[in-house]
Structures are given as C-alpha cells and as structure tokens.
C-alpha cells in the first residue's frame, strides 16, 4: 500500500483532528518519507496500478474479490465448438459456486479429463462446493486433492471459514 495523503501534501505538518482541505488524493507509490538506512532513490522502471471501487456492499468477500479480480485477474480464452452459439451471448461451462469462494487457480491433468482447482473461502463462513456442467445442467464430480493434483481418500466437499483447499474436479469430455 503506497503512502497515501488527503486534502493536500503533507510535508511533515502534524495538527490532531485535520481535516482534508480538498477531496483531492496524493499518492506516493515509492517515497523517503521517514529516515531510513537505505539511499534515498529508487533506479529503474516501476509500472503500479490504482484500483478504486465505490459499494453499498463492506463485505469482506466483497472485498477479497475485487481485491483478486484487480491484482490478479483471472485468464480466459475462447475455445472452438460445435454449433454457430447464436442463441447465446454468454454462459459458464461451470455453475454452482457458493458466493464465498474464489478460484485462486486452476489447471488441467495429465489425464486431460481432470482440472485441479485451488480454491478459497473469503467470508469466514463454510461453504459446502456443488458444481454442475452449465451446458448439461449435469453435476460434476468433485474430489479433495493435495497441492501436487494427488487425491486424497476420505476428503469432504467442505471448506473451513478462510480456508485455502485443492480439489479435483472430473470433465467428462
């Protein structure tokens, strides 16, 4: 998080209760603001992004999403089908997930029929994961997993408030 200062630039005035003397937003991506035992510059190229939202919504899931999608947004890619699509103008080849979970990650097997997901509950509330094909309406079987795409015997479908769990999730094609 860059230094950020309100209303005006602040050079090192303190009065207790200021108030921002404009709705003006000064950032200092990189700065020497306070004393410290390294040089007071920074060589090379730097590229940052600023990333503002406005909501009704003070969620933490809320929160943790927009804070994913900006920092890390997630890499789609068409994929030539059968059938000219007309009739659709958007869909989901997965549907189902619980408002609490993120996908971190996901990537396909060596089997070529398989994707290992990495996924995250954000709200701190359990979330039980369900899937179905949103082409067939059909449910997809889902399996734990470890880190490595392995499956683990006995795994539930449940992930804990704020756990980070791996599951296997079966294509059928």
Known sequence: MPLMQFGAVNTGRYQAGAMPQSTHIFSWPMNNYWVTNFNAEQRG???WSYYLTSSDNTSGNFASRFGWG????????ILPGEGTGDNKGEGSFIEGWPENVLLVSARPVDDGKTILMHLRETDGNEAHVSLRNGLTGKPLVISGSDVNGKSVLNSDNLINPLESKFFLLKTGF
Do not use: K
Not at 70 to 77: A, E, F, K
């Open 45 to 47: 190229g730097h590229t």
């Open 70 to 77: 900006s920092r890390v947004p997630y890499l789609t890619r």
